[in-house]
């Protein structure tokens, strides 16, 4: 680019069915019996990988947030607020884990009666001192850049002090009334030849970091029926804006299909979708031993069931139910306060 942690000793999971989804109270000792497809993941291999080095975390970071993150700014009366969110669903709140782990700030909540968890962070001087130079650092990709130009204008104005209130609130409320034009792109593409066609012109925006901590947001590793009999590895991510987003993730990993819009009701988007075998071998290259969140454990059981089971209707059918029920896992309640 230009310019995990554990809950604690107990990661105890519920699902229904269970023999379809063996999961052991440590966390990282996810295991399946052969005669049920899987095999037991070795202990070099678990998941609590070696952390890595702050500018990976932070690429990493800039990623996830371009995914699922927020920078809001919000007013209650005369007061403002700025906050740095990050929410996923509580099947993944390993990840919101291993972020407040690594920034060493913020705050964990988790709405159970929405199946909804959250990482913030609202005070300013933490955003200002541990939030602005990682993103200054490591630029957005998407719009949301925008959206942080807009808070990070926001936090200037509310720190200066030579403002009467009332010219605090008029400029504040002008700021929030910009919005990006439909042909949005962020800063970080500007010298990049546009549309996107160079792989190498790719690599010079996209980070392996940043990409892996995108495709744990939005991506989606997944097994698809193509005939009765025949099922298949595919990959796929969609955004409803940015498109020259997608073009780079497709040279980048060296996928032959096109991005493709599609026109759906209220959910138009773009869309990067393969089953090819050359493509998705790419994808399992890339992504080995990388994601932090619960996504690393679906993509294991993907990336393996393609070299032992590809080809196999009857194993490939099991490995997709498989995949379908751990979506359902979540952590015990005992975990989710902080």
């Known amino acids: 680019m230009r310019r995990t942690p554990l809950f604690g000793e107990n990661y105890s999971l519920n699902i229904k069915n269970t023999s379809a989804v063996r999961m052991f109270s440590t966390w990282g000792q996810f295991a399946w019996e ?18 890595p080095k702050n500018n990976w975390f932070e690429q990493w970071l800039v990623g996830f947030t371009d995914g699922d993150g927020s920078f809001s700014v919000l007013r209650q009366g005369d007061k403002w607020n700025l906050i740095f969110k990050i929410s996923q669903n509580t099947y993944n709140l390993r990840a919101l884990h291993y972020i407040k782990k690594e920034l060493g700030v913020g705050s964990i909540h988790v709405e159970s009666k929405r199946d909804l968890a959250h990482f913030r962070i609202r005070d300013r001087k933490v955003i200002n001192s541990v939030i602005f130079p990682i993103f200054d650092k490591y630029p957005l990709l998407t719009t949301k850049y925008f959206n942080y130009n807009i808070f990070k204008e926001a936090y200037f104005i509310l720190e200066n002090n030579n403002l009467t209130s009332l010219e605090r609130n008029e400029l504040l ?5 910009t919005r990006p034009s439909s042909s949005y792109i962020s800063p970080a593409w500007e010298n990049i030849s546009i549309p996107l066609t160079d792989i190498n012109e790719a690599k010079k925006v996209i980070s392996m970091g940043w990409l892996i901590g995108f495709v744990e947001a939005e991506g989606s590793f ?3 029926s193509k005939t009765s009999t025949r099922i298949v590895h595919a990959f796929g991510i969609t955004q409803k804006l940015d498109q020259v987003v997608l073009e780079g993730i497709r040279l980048v990993l060296g996928i032959s299909t096109k991005v493709v819009y599609k026109k759906n009701l209220n959910n138009n988007h773009y869309a990067l979708d ?5 493509a998705i071998m790419n994808i399992i290259d890339a992504f080995n031993n990388s994601m932090k969140g619960m996504k690393a454990v679906e993509y294991k059981i993907w990336s393996r069931s393609f070299n032992k089971s ?9 490995i997709k139910e498989q995949i379908r029920k751990l979506r359902l ?3 015990h309640s005992s975990n989710w306060s902080e």
């Open 222 to 224: 997944y097994l698809v």
């Open 329 to 331: 896992v979540r952590p």
């Open 173 to 177: 409320e002008k700021l929030l009334l």
């Open 34 to 51: 052969e005669n049920k497809i899987f095999n037991t993941i070795s202990s070099h291999q678990r998941l609590n990988v070696e952390q």
């Open 274 to 278: 393969t089953t090819n075998s050359r």
């Open 310 to 318: 590809k080809g196999s209707y009857e194993k490939l059918f099991k």
